[in-house]
């Protein structure tokens, strides 16, 4: 029996939801820029490849989205003002209360999860989802959080659902952030077709960035 003065030692996290010190750094850079300000990537435009997905030729209906790495909240709140019923998730909390403002002002209603991507099952994310849009997360997720990365979305899909992702390729020119090793990592079209078993790569086309960047499309088989 606990001695009645005694001070309980905080209980330990489920293994799942501890960081390793490779998680760690990343958490530190990508919390140093939201509170430096406006991060870099923030710029507070939707890009053409999400609006032709969603308002273009063959447009998808609206229906189930979730948006992983939402930063602010400009993408997932303009799938809220198009008929989807978005629910997003980023790392970094300042980024969440800024994306609930934002969606707020609007007058939109998206979920807002502050979380991991990689630990989607820690989050009341359950799906299934329709569409999955990730604009530069994935490519800095460290490699061996990328298996349940996967995974998650692979378990929240609904058949025939579309992931649309941006992400940076190798880093070419030395990585921009040493601490972070994983970002020199980026993404690349093998690696998509490696790891989302049960999708299929429908294309990759390249971004207008100086370095290599890519919008891939997958779907997930019926
Ligand atoms: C380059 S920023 C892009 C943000 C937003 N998509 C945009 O375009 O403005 C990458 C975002 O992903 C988030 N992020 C990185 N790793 C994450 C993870 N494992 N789970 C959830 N969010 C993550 C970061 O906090 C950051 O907001």
């Known amino acids: 029996m606990d001695h009645p003065n005694a001070t309980r030692k905080p209980e330990p996290a489920p293994a799942s939801t501890r960081r390793d010190a490779e998680e760690e750094s990343v958490h530190r850079a990508l919390e140093r820029f939201y509170r430096a300000g406006k991060?870099?990537?923030d710029t507070g435009v939707t890009p053409p490849e999400l609006i032709a997905l969603v308002e273009g030729h063959g447009a998808l209906p609206p229906g189930r989205a979730l948006e992983l790495g939402c930063g602010t909240g400009t993408n997932a709140a303009y799938l809220a003002r198009h008929g989807w019923e978005v629910t997003a998730v980023d790392l970094i909390d300042r980024a969440v209360d800024q994306a609930k403002e934002k969606a707020a002002a609007e007058g939109v209603e998206v979920r807002l999860l502050h979380g991991d991507a990689t630990r989607l099952d820690e989050l009341d994310a359950p799906g299934p989802f329709d569409l999955f849009f990730d604009l530069s997360c994935y490519c800095g997720v460290?490699?061996?959080r990328r298996d349940a990365y996967a995974a998650g979305l692979t378990h929240?899909?609904?058949?025939?659902?579309?992931?649309?992702?941006?992400?940076?390729?190798?880093?070419?020119?030395g990585n921009p952030t040493p601490e972070?090793?994983?970002?020199?990592?980026?993404?690349?079209a093998d690696e998509l077709r490696a790891r989302f078993t049960g999708w299929e790569l429908l294309d990759v086309t390249p971004g207008t960035n100086?370095?290599?960047?890519?919008?891939?499309?997958?779907?997930?088989?019926a």
């Open 39 to 41: 991060p870099p990537w």
């Open 142 to 144: 460290p490699l061996h």
């Open 156 to 173: 929240r899909a609904a058949p025939g659902a579309r992931l649309l992702m941006f992400g940076y390729g190798p880093e070419p020119l």
């Open 180 to 188: 972070v090793t994983s970002w020199a990592a980026g993404v690349t």
């Open 210 to 221: 100086p370095v290599p960047t890519f919008w891939f499309t997958l779907r997930r088989n």
